[in-house]
């Protein structure tokens, strides 16, 4: 599994946000998508999601893009927005239902594996509650399970870190570490750069819509001749180089 964005420029208006932006996610592989407030994270992800037209360049997940084949394009990927989105009107229970369609999953052979992740995030006997009952991070927790209930092979992940619980934050990350020995592709937009820093195998770094910088810690230090030690610093040394012009 292969997320390849090339070229990328697009956004909402005839201006676009983001410009000839290209990077890779490659299988086994978690990459931080790193970037100020309005830097164009979302844009990105929406841009990957289908839900905004690039107006030039080309998104594939596996050498596939979203015209070549909707349905297929879309259970490659498993998103798991920084606010949930749920469906007032249905339980926990059904809406793991519904992401098992969405992605034809048989549920005698879903259910098993849905038990033990809401056991892990301490859902298991909330099924037939409603979004209304659940707090902040247990919407975000829904999301998560109904995400990695599936058999994507990439996921998105908005702001991982704001919002869960520091134990769920742990859970998820061992989530991401086996689904990353199974060979899926994690893509997790950020900017709690420390947990970034522990979680991600290579990082792109964005700023104004453009890659600034991308790779593992060492070579984005060694390409712009940097001696920051950690990833923050880095970031903040770069984002004041640009302000000066
Ligand atoms: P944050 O960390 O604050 O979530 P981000 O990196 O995700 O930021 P984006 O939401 O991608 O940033 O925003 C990038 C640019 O696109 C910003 O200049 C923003 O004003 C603009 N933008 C975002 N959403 C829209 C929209 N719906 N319509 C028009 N412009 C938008």
Redo the contacts with the bound molecule.
């Keep these: 599994m292969t997320l390849k964005i090339t070229n990328l420029t697009g956004?909402?208006?005839r201006i676009p946000?983001l410009q000839h932006e290209s990077f890779t996610v490659e299988n086994g592989q978690t990459v931080a998508l790193i970037?100020?407030?309005?830097?164009?994270?979302?844009?990105?992800?929406?841009h990957i999601m289908g839900l905004l037209q690039p107006q030039q360049g080309t998104i594939t997940v596996d050498g596939l893009t979203l015209a070549d084949d909707i349905q297929a394009y879309r259970q490659k990927i498993a998103y798991v927005p920084?606010l949930p989105v749920l469906y007032p009107e249905l339980t926990l229970k059904e809406h793991l239902e519904l992401t098992m369609m969405a992605y034809n999953l048989d549920p005698q052979k879903t259910w098993p594996q849905a038990q033990k992740l809401l056991k892990i995030f301490r859902l298991d006997n909330k099924l037939n509650w409603f979004p209304i009952n659940f707090s902040k991070g247990m919407k975000q927790k829904v999301m998560i399970v109904c995400a990695f209930v599936t058999p994507a092979q990439l996921f998105i992940i908005d702001?991982p870190f704001t919002g869960l619980d520091p134990l769920a934050v742990r859970d998820l990350l061992k989530l991401i570490q086996d689904k990353k020995q199974q060979g899926a592709a994690i893509l997790m937009?950020t900017?709690i750069l420390t947990n970034a820093q522990q979680s991600a195998d290579r990082f792109v770094l964005?700023n104004h819509?453009q890659v600034r910088a991308q790779g593992t810690l060492e070579q984005i230090q060694k390409e712009f001749q940097m001696d920051a030690a950690n990833l923050e610093e880095l970031y903040v040394q770069m984002s004041k180089e640009d302000a000066q012009g």
């Design positions: 956004g909402y208006g946000v970037g100020l407030n309005g830097a164009g994270k979302s844009t990105t992800i929406k920084e702001e937009s900017h964005l819509g």
